[in-house]
């Protein structure tokens, strides 16, 4: 029960009953109550709790009164208080001890207060009783509406449920006190959501009580009242919104949106083609929404529909080729279906959707179409020129009916016309080739374009037009004392002919031979012969060769014989009596022969190559002359008179003027004083060169190694020209300034300038003394 009054309370020292008044709204009324079921005694003060209701309207609200049974009303004693919210929520009188609340109480936010009140003695300053301790509790009031908490609520459920079936539980919370009276008591209605959904008044649970269809409406918004108070009047209430989505079933079967389709195709076009694209439309979702479409003849050899899954479009494709001259139309059923439907939902599918398919073809120019996929002609070898081989026929499957033009690929000796007449253009033989693999286009003649090809294939036929001749070239031996009637040869005959039946053949003596009596022949009936002496004795001087005229035949229409010539060698075989000897002597002299060629290719091949070898050593001893063996070492000093430059007009490369400025003409030296003139301007030229170290240091290493180096040649273009200066005493050794010719001249002399100038006294043609 809850208290609201107020309780003024008088605390005596009575110690079994205690006395106060209390004051309800206006109420007074003076109760005596025991002791100890409500109050307790410490030291003099009795204290109970004070209760106080929340949300009061005055600010100085009295709570109560605290009184010390010492109090004999002579005012001094002083009350004071302590504890939570003393002095700012609430306060005492401190003559009085009547206790007022400052402001108003919230039982939500604090439902009780624990305070302590003291009596101190105004004359002696001093506590009169310890402290005491007592509760003031915040009563409450329905002043709070319920709440949800789990906001926003939102639940999935399928479509076409069931009534009953569980939605979602939506719960609200009242802070009030649910211990008092019904101020927490709550009662859940349902304000939107009619009629296909129902709550429960005491639990908040939402079920369905009507089926929905999602096709019609995806979710449906719901609205919840919570009131308190047990739904009483004067209660509290709180709302919230649910939303509830309808999930998808497979209760809906695809349709086609049209009943009739009309598409073409081209007869060109090649199997796997895309005709064109057919929809059907189907009000589920996701998964349920899947589809298959299917061509309603399971037979069908021509078209075939397959199912794009990503747009759910049935694509007509060509399956296989068509003929706009054949058949210019086709018509097709088409039936579409989901993939996936549960066992239970069979009844939504029972009837598959279908719609009919019109597919027009188109003509194209097509090209020419041969009757046969091949031909195969023959021809007897050895026809004239232009015999018949054989005909071809091709037309055009276009309405146009457009003439053809017919060429031949493969071979040059056969020929076709515009009516596909092949003919031969030359002799075939068939030896040659038995067989000819040709090619033959045929093309319209108004649209090249249109081209088809077809093998022909032509068998050129056998005639009797080879007579037999012997299988291999036979060397017969007879030996001189050899008797009559012994075999000396076996022999066999080829034909290079076809023959429909196995070759036979026939082996007889020519008419020129039929006298001979000195070999007969017996045929062996097997394409064989074998070759007889006819006599006794045979001379090896006498007749070393002899020769016998075979005639054979062969099976042939007509039959065609040959004479052959077999030739037998008379051979002195001694006592053994067998022509083995003579064969090995024949072989022996046969390698010896062959031996004896290939050494005289052998000799001839090494006298080319000797006579290339001398020429090149010639060539390049030439050179050697003609070139100084180290030629690296001065190189960088020696003039290029090969190349030749401008001719007189090139006055860049160098002035010739300066080379010719004091011209010195070589004369006749004697011998005896060579040596020392040659020494005497070496010297010289060493004084006139520049002045710079540098450049005399490097003249001289190049004379140091001149002078060491016997083979080097005592040009003067070994030093530089700017070296010599234009006063050098020794002049030039060059020939650009020298107005003698060199065969006017004897260098007998430069024997004597020793061996350092040994090789140029053989390139100037001085004879060498023997000693060098």
Known sequence: MCLTGILNLNFHRTPRTRSYTATDNSKTQ??????????????????????????????????????????????SFQYKLLGDGAGSIFIIDNRTGDIYAMQKLDREERSFYTLRAQVIDITTGRA????????????????????????????????????????????????????????????YSLLLGQPYFSIEPTTGVIRISSKMDRELEEQYWVTIQARDLIGQPGGLSGTTSVLIKLSDINDNKPIFKESFYRLTVSESAPTGTSIGKIMAFDNDIGENAEMDYSIEEENSQTFDIITNNETQEGIVILKKKVDFEHQNHFGIRAKVKNLHVDEELMKYHAEASTTFIKIQVEDADEPPVFLLPYYVFEVFEGNPYGSFVGMVS??????????????????????????????????LDREISAWYNLSITAAEKYNL???????????????????????EYYETYVCENTGSGQVIQTISAVDRDESIEDHHFYFNLSVEDTTNSSFTIIDNQDNTAVILTNRTGFSLHEEPVLYMSILIADNGIPSLTSTNTLTIYVCDCGDSG???????????????????????????????FGFIFLILGLKQRRKQILLPEKGGDFGENIFRYDDEGGGEEDTEAFDIAELRRHPVRRERKARRSATSEIRSLYRQSLQVGPDSAVFRKFILEKLEEANTDPCAPPFDS????????????????SSLGSETSDQDESF?????????????????????????
């Open 578 to 608: 067998s022509t083995q000897a003579c064969s090995n002597k024949e072989l022996v002299l046969s390698m010896g022969f062959r031996t004896e060629v290939v050494i005289a290719i052998l000799l001839c091949v090494m006298m080319v």
């Open 128 to 187: 009169v009783e310890p402290e005491s301790e007592f509760i003031i509790r915040v009563s409450d009031t329905n002043d709070n509406e319920p709440k949800f908490l789990d906001e926003p609520y939102e639940a999935i459920v399928p479509e076409m449920s069931p009534e009953g079936t569980f939605v979602i539980q939506v719960t609200a919370w009242d802070a009030d006190d649910p211990s008092c009276g019904n101020n927490a008591r709550l009662l």
């Open 30 to 75: 003076e109760v005596k109550q025991p002791v100890e079921s409500h109050l307790r005694v410490k030291r003099g003060w009795e204290w109970k709790q004070f209760i106080v209701p929340e949300e009061m309207n005055a600010t100085d609200y009295f709570v109560g009164q605290l009184k010390s049974d010492l109090d004999n009303g002579n005012n």
């Open 394 to 427: 091709a037309s055009d499957p276009d309405h146009s009916k457009s003439p053809l033009r017919y060429t031949i690929r493969g071979s040059k000796l056969f020929s076709i016309d515009d009516n596909g007449t092949v003919i031969t253009t030359n002799l």
């Open 718 to 733: 070994l030093q530089t020209y700017a070296f010599e200066g234009t006063g050098s005493l020794a002049g030039s050794l």
């Open 449 to 471: 374009q249109q081209v088809s090809e077809v093998p022909v294939y032509v068998q050129v036929l056998n005639i009797n037009d080879h007579a037999p001749e012997f299988s």
């Open 748 to 772: 007998d002399y430069l024997n004597e300038l020793g061996p350092r100038f040994k090789r140029l006294t053989c390139m100037f043609g001085a004879t060498p003394p023997s000693h060098y």
